[in-house]
């Protein structure tokens, strides 16, 4: 058997909850390709044009004669081209994780949910009890979701783009989650940082950017921007979860820029859920007692 296959065979489990099958970017064979399981739906993205995509397509079609998937969604990332190869799309679909539903939409670029910051997730609902907390670069507010499960005081998501905090109020509601004293906060977090203290101190503060985003942000020259202003957010008892997914953003180089611009001090980092082989995210918790 084909390597890639006996890795989504290994991975797959019948259950309804978001999975991450095959993870190319991380092996060393397939590297354009992504497989998820959601739920009845198996996902397949190419990320780079293959002579391979036929063949792989069929093989997935005779793989799910085992699975309880029923449709298979192409997305050729590369020309942005979205289409069912077997069943249809549908108007509504949820990724689920640890029983959260996240609102998908499969003909956006991404499509509503990452996977693989599942594990931070979890972290932040244990934490989450009473407290105040600052969601930045919030995108469909998963991190807000599970704090609201695990009984937070206030949360102020923030992103750029008011359409996918319309979907983060929207997932909240789908999950039965009161949005009294969930702020969505539809600001360039760059230039926003004023308005950002309306709020402070926060108990808990999440930054997880993009690595480049043309025009909006660069971590390698904006991500010492925020960190710069966190002791104005913060308070002795604050914790941070400082994110970043990039190859060439080391985990030594972000503990050595918060370290040495604030009072924080590293903690420990969170595990990545092992289906993303080898993935670049860190996902760094600090505190600064
Ligand atoms: C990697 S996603 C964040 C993922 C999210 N934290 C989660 O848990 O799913 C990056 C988000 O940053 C937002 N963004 C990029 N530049 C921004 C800026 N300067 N100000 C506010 N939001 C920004 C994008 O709109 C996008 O939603």
């Known amino acids: 058997m084909e390597l890639w296959l006996k890795k989504i065979s290994e991975n797959y489990t019948d259950t ?11 092996e060393n064979e397939y590297k354009f390709l992504t497989i998820d399981s959601i739920d009845e739906i198996l996902f397949v993205q190419f990320y780079e044009r293959s002579d391979l995509e036929k063949n792989i397509t069929d093989t997935l079609k005779n793989f799910i004669q085992n699975t309880g998937h029923h449709t298979i969604i192409i997305k050729k990332r590369y020309n942005n081209e979205t289409f069912a190869v077997l069943g249809e799309i549908p108007e509504e679909y949820f ?31 244990t934490i989450a009890k009473d407290k105040k907390i600052l969601n930045l670069f919030a995108y469909t507010c998963g991190f807000s979701l599970f ?29 039965g989650l009161d949005i009294k004293n969930i702020s969505f906060w539809p600001y360039n977090i760059l230039k926003a940082f004023p308005k950002l203290k ?14 480049h985003q043309k025009g909006s942000f660069i971590a ?16 002795k008892n604050t914790i941070l979860l400082a994110c ?12 050595e820029m918060i370290e ?8 420990n980092r969170i595990k990545n859920p092992e289906e ?8 760094l918790v600090f505190s600064i007692q």
Do not use: W
């Open 260 to 267: 040495s611009n604030t009072s924080f001090k590293f903690q």
């Open 198 to 211: 309306r709020q402070a101190p926060y108990d808990i503060i999440i930054i997880d950017p993009p690595t």
């Open 16 to 26: 309804c909850e978001f999975k991450r099958l095959y993870h190319g970017r991380g």
């Open 147 to 175: 704090a609201r499960r695990g009984g937070a005081e206030y949360v102020a998501n923030v992103d750029m783009s008011k359409s996918v905090l319309a979907t983060g109020m929207a997932n909240h509601q789908i999950n």
């Open 244 to 255: 970043i997914n990039s190859p060439k953003f080391s985990k030594e180089e972000l503990i």
């Open 220 to 235: 390698s020259k904006d991500y010492i921007k925020i960190i710069k202003k966190l002791p104005g957010l913060s308070h």
């Open 95 to 125: 990724a689920i994780e640890n029983g959260i539903k996240f609102k998908l939409n499969f003909f956006n670029q991404n499509i509503g949910y990452f996977g693989d910051m599942k594990n931070s997730r979890r972290f932040i609902e």
């Open 276 to 283: 993303y082989t080898n993935s670049t995210l860190k996902s």
